[in-house]
């Protein structure tokens, strides 16, 4: 893992590399620049996969469940739910929309 990356942590551990001096977490703290990516609970994440997950799920809005469209937007998902979870971010939010909290509950 690069210099710059948050450490895989033990559970109770601080949230994060300067969460426990106030000042808060930046971007900067989490993924250094220049990096693609880091390794979070033995998990290789790729910066831009929240974003990623919020289009595709943004794109799937007014689709019907058998539409074409929706299903691959529904696989992207799918394909993402490794990392959103590796970065914890189903302890924090929950998908307004339940077949998209289906597709990460699952």
């Given amino acids: ?3 710059g990356v948050r450490k895989d942590r033990e559970p109770g551990a601080e949230a994060g590399p300067s969460s426990g001096d106030g000042r808060g977490v930046t971007p900067t703290d989490v993924l250094a620049d220049g990096l693609d990516g880091g390794e979070y609970a033995g998990t290789y994440v790729r910066k831009g996969s929240i974003r990623a997950a ?3 799920i ?3 809005e007014g689709l019907a469940p058998e539409d074409p469209a929706r299903r691959r937007y529904e696989d992207a998902l799918r394909a993402l739910r490794p990392s959103l ?3 914890e971010l189903f302890d924090h939010f929950t998908p307004l929309d339940p077949a998209v909290a289906a597709i990460f509950e699952g």
Wanted: aromatic share 0%; charged share 15%.
């Fill in 54 to 56: 919020i289009e595709n």
């Fill in 85 to 87: 979870i590796a970065l």
């Fill in 1 to 3: 893992m690069g210099s």
């Fill in 58 to 60: 943004k794109a799937m």
